[in-house]
């Protein structure tokens, strides 16, 4: 049963513009959700988080969005830089410290 | 402040052999976890442990796979015999108990297993 899902397994932008990436979730009791960035032959890195108090999370050019009513959230990398191609995880917490992950989107910024 | 190490990096093995991965957490963690990333799909956790006592080992196929936590540092994971299936990247992390990042796992480089 994933209870979390990231729909999209990969996403290709041009450098400089916005990449958008997805993540649903199913659990109602989830209250704090992260996104983790992963090289390869490297494991997860952390890259952003959110609170469900919040419905809106920035640091630099990564922003972390939350609609708890439709159990969604995205990340904005504005601008995209080739750097930032990697794969992208969304994971999701009730507590406990224990989370679930999604199944990843894999981003390719074009030069 | 040094990161989470796991070894081996690489391991090969045929099926029904047994093998161990050693993981050992960022100082002052109390909380490790392993897990499983099969290609394509998103970690799946195995085992949680706080200090040296297991918190979540409900998706750990205890048949086959081991894990402990002797002195809560350092962890083994164990897998005897193996199968083609578990075949898959395992990843160590580890979080604290409190702190600005206490919500925060940090991840090792992981081990990836292949079972021939």
């Known amino acids: 049963d994933q209870q979390v899902k990231q729909n999209s397994p990969s996403l290709s932008v041009q450098e400089g513009r916005i990449s958008i990436l997805n993540c649903d979730y199913t659990n109602s009791m989830f209250d704090y959700f992260l996104w983790y960035k992963k090289y390869p032959a490297e494991g997860p890195t952390f890259l952003i988080s959110?609170?469900?108090?919040?419905d809106k999370n920035e640091d630099g050019r990564f922003t972390v969005f939350l609609n708890k009513s439709a159990k969604h959230l995205s990340l904005h990398i504005v601008p995209s830089q080739p750097g930032d191609s990697a794969v992208y995880f969304c994971?999701?917490?009730?507590?406990?410290?224990?989370?679930?992950f999604g199944t990843g989107t894999s981003l390719t910024v074009i030069p | 402040e040094a990161g989470v190490a796991q070894s081996p990096r690489y391991k090969i093995i045929e099926k029904r052999q047994s093998v161990a991965f050693w993981c050992n957490p960022i100082?002052?963690?109390?909380?490790l976890y392993w897990y499983q990333q099969i290609l394509g799909q998103g970690p799946k956790l195995l085992i949680q442990f706080q200090n040296n006592g297991v918190v979540d080992d409900s998706q750990l196929p205890k048949d086959r796979f081991s894990a402990e936590r002797l002195k809560g540092v350092d962890s083994t994971l164990k897998i005897q015999p193996a199968k083609l299936e578990d075949s898959a990247v395992y990843l160590c992390a580890s979080s604290s108990l409190g702190g600005p990042s206490y919500n925060e796992q940090f991840f090792g480089p992981g081990t990836r297993l292949t079972v021939l």
């Open positions: 100082s002052g963690h109390a909380t």
């Open positions: 959110i609170s469900s108090i919040k």
């Open positions: 994971a999701a917490s009730g507590g406990g410290n224990q989370f679930y």
